[in-house]
């Protein structure tokens, strides 16, 4: 079983920014799609970005989409997500996965880790 262990999180002023990790515990990120999620308050989960194993090419969500940037590190079992331009509708507790869909379908994903939470506030 592959445990996910995201960090990075924190409270941030609107307009700043924050590097979020994600680390597994096996090597995964090499061969599937891995994704970042978030879940707002009363909300449901719903995808961010994800990034393909190979060619590392991303899909973004259209409201941090230029705002946002996803990576991975195959060597250091690790993905990121760069989060610039923070707003308070970016407020969230995020989560990464692995496998799951370029269109960020989690039909065939593991469980689900701690999350980070992520606070936009003034």
């Known amino acids: 079983q592959v445990q996910f262990v995201e960090s990075g999180g924190g409270l941030v002023q609107p307009g700043g920014s924050l590097r979020l990790s994600c680390a597994a515990s096996r090597s995964i990120f090499s061969f599937y799609t891995a994704g970042w999620y978030r879940q707002a308050p009363g909300k449901q989960r719903e995808m961010v970005a994800t990034i393909t194993n190979n060619g590392g090419i991303a899909n973004y969500a259209n409201s941090v989409k230029g705002r946002f940037i996803i990576s991975r590190d195959n060597a250091k079992n690790t993905v990121y997500l760069q989060m610039n331009s923070l707003k308070p509708e970016d407020t969230a507790v995020y989560y990464c996965?692995?496998?799951?869909?370029?269109?960020?379908?989690?039909?065939?994903?593991?469980?689900w880790g701690q999350g980070t939470q992520v606070t936009v506030s003034s």
């Open positions: 996965n692995a496998p799951v869909s370029f269109d960020g379908s989690t039909s065939n994903s593991l469980s």
